[in-house]
Every structure is written in structure tokens, then in C-alpha cells.
């Protein structure tokens, strides 16, 4: 049949959320002459060659006549050892997509493990709705296991008060207990398809879908209304909290749910609701979409205020306390209230020289008065 509307939305929707790896099945190959599998090849490489999946090899297919099943096959099995795990050394989070009870074993919930990686007996958090359970047992993969890990599917055996199959939802977040802090503004990079007819204004209503979960939203760009085919700091306030990390990947429906609008990701979990649109804080925001968390930490540690909360950083960002800790070992940190803060050390020295160079006017101005 060739690309569809469908193909085209989910196609999107793949390029929005930073799917680079991709294998395209050209199916019932047997039911049409060679010339139209070529024009749909072609049809197809035009669709991705604006995506981050530009080059994808496409196998015709047949299920009657099992033409190109086994070259699909191998093409799975290719493009899989290409594609990075996900990242292991993190927090652990779960994103619930199904929630059941199953006699004798109690409550029973499934999911992507987004990061980290957890084993019987660990303590948990169900986020948003704060609830605290203990792993009771792992299923990954389908099958009984000591640990799930990154990017595994996995069945988790949950105990706890007040932890039932109606309790948690899909769209819930099971996570490391120092990673409950549910967000209901939030700062992102969104981009909007160019598919779109008018720009996104101020208060757009939405649908955000973030991992399994699915709620309503308002876009207020922090700046001209964002035009289609073109990306924007925009911040979303959400109808209700959600789980999430800085990192994260969303994407944007109408309100009726009939088409994707656009997607990005998330840059802060706590942003300002007032003075939202000051150089300051731009500065903050581009310092946010460094590649990674180090390049990110080390570039908010040169902007103002010039100093990062550490727990909140690592928190937000999904960190163990090791990776936590690497960071802030090339800073100066300081006591504040409930934690640390760090400067970095060039600006430390700038402060503590300014302080003695103050100190010295002063004593020089005054100098009858007592040190």
C-alpha cells in the first residue's frame, strides 16, 4: 500500500523520541509485481531521509510465501548489536504499564526498566502517588530473575500498605525511594512538526505522553510562539504530577487525541514560575541541553547564580550517589540548607578574592577602626 498517514505519525513520533536504529518490512511483497516494491523503497527513504532514521534498510516481506522472513531475520539481529544500552548505573525506575493481582502472589506490576536495575527485597517508591512497597520477586523477560535491569521488560511482585492492583495506574513510576519528587511544571526543548498548520501560543492546551503515561497540559513557550517545523524552550503545566527526569523524551497530541503536534525533551523539573523568560534563565536552559550530564553540571556551574544544589541535580537527573559524587569532586561545595551547593572552583576563587579585596579597601578607608 506505501506510506501511510499512520506510517507518517509514527514515524514522527520515532524521530521525536531519539530512535536512530530502525529495520522497515515491506510487507505482502508477493502480491505485487518487483517495480512497486522499488516505488515503495523509494517512497520510504524519502519519508525517513529528514530523520534520525535516514538509511534504514528495508526487506520485503511475505508471511504466506515466507519471501525475506529469514533476510528480516538477520537484519534484527544486525541492527540490534548496533543499538547502546541503556544506561545501567543510575536509579532505578520502572515505567508501569499494566497493574494486576494474581492469586497467590498479590499485587503484580509491568513495565520498561528505564534505568538502574532492581532485585528482590530492594524498597521502592509507586511516583506519583508516593505509595511504598518492598520487591517481593523479578520476572525479566518473561522469565523468574534476580535483577531487571535497563531496557528489560519486567513483572515486579509488590508488597506494601495500601498497595493494591487499583492503587497504582498505568503511567506510574516504581523508582528509588530518593527519586520521589513528582513534577507538575516542567521546563523542555519542544519542537513542533512541521506538519503543523499555526504556531503553538500562550496556554495551548495538550496531551503530554510521557513513558506509559498519558495527561493534560498547557505549552507556554518562553518566547515567540513556537512555529511549526522549528524548536523552542517552552515550559508545560501539567493538570496533574507525573514521574519523570531530566532527559526524559515526550511527546504532544490535541486534545482529541487525533494527531502528534510535536515532543522534545525535558530540561528541569523545578523551573521558576515567575521571571521564567530573563537572559538568566535562557542561559540556564541552554546550559541544559549539554549532550550529557557532566557537560550539563560543568555549564550551569558558569551561569548565575552560579552554583547547583547537588542533591536536587542528582535527584532530578536520575543519579546514584557515585555519579553524584564525581561530579561534585571537581567543585568546591559549600553547606546549605538540607544539603550541599557547588561552585566551581574558578569561581570560588573569584569570590574569595573579591572578598579579601574588599576587606582591604575597607581597612584602608578606616583604618582607625578595630579589624
Partial sequence: DGVMPQTREHVAIMDLLGI???????????????ERIVEVENEVANLLAVTGLAGAVCVPVSVDSHEGVDTLRAALVEAATRISARPGEGRFRLAVDRSFTLQGAGTIVTGTVLFGSVAAGDRVVVSPPGLVARVRS??????????????????????GDGVTKDAIRRGDVVLDPALHAPSMRIDARLRLLASEAKPVGQWMPVRLHHAATDVAARVVPLGDPVAPG???????????????????????????????????????LRPPTRRRRTPERM??????????????????LDREPYF??????????????????????????????????????????????SLVA?????HAEHPDLPG
Fill in 20 to 34: 536512530r536504529q530502525a529495520v522497515v518490512a515491506i510487507t505482502k511483497c508477493d502480491l505485487v509485481p518487483r
Fill in 138 to 159: 523479578v520476572h525479566a523477560q518473561n522469565r523468574a530473575a534476580e535483577r531487571g535491569r535497563a531496557g528489560e521488560r519486567c513483572a515486579l511482585n509488590l508488597a
Fill in 230 to 268: 522549528t524548536e523552542a524552550f517552552a515550559q508545560l503545566v501539567l493538570e496533574q504530577p507525573i514521574a519523570a527526569a531530566v532527559g526524559d523524551r515526550f511527546v504532544l497530541r490535541d486534545t482529541t487525541a487525533q494527531r502528534t503536534i510535536g515532543g522534545g525533551v525535558f530540561l528541569d
Fill in 283 to 300: 542561559a540556564q536552559l541552554d546550559a541544559a541541553t549539554a549532550p550529557d550530564v557532566s557537560r550539563a553540571f560543568a555549564a550551569l
Fill in 308 to 353: 547547583v544544589d547537588v542533591a536536587a541535580f542528582a535527584r532530578d537527573h536520575a543519579l546514584s550517589a557515585a555519579q553524584a559524587d564525581v561530579l561534585a569532586a571537581t567543585t568546591r561545595l559549600l553547606p546549605a540548607a538540607g544539603g550541599e551547593i557547588a561552585l566551581s572552583s574558578a569561581h570560588f576563587e573569584r569570590l574569595a578574592q
Fill in 358 to 362: 574588599a576587606l582591604a579597601a575597607y
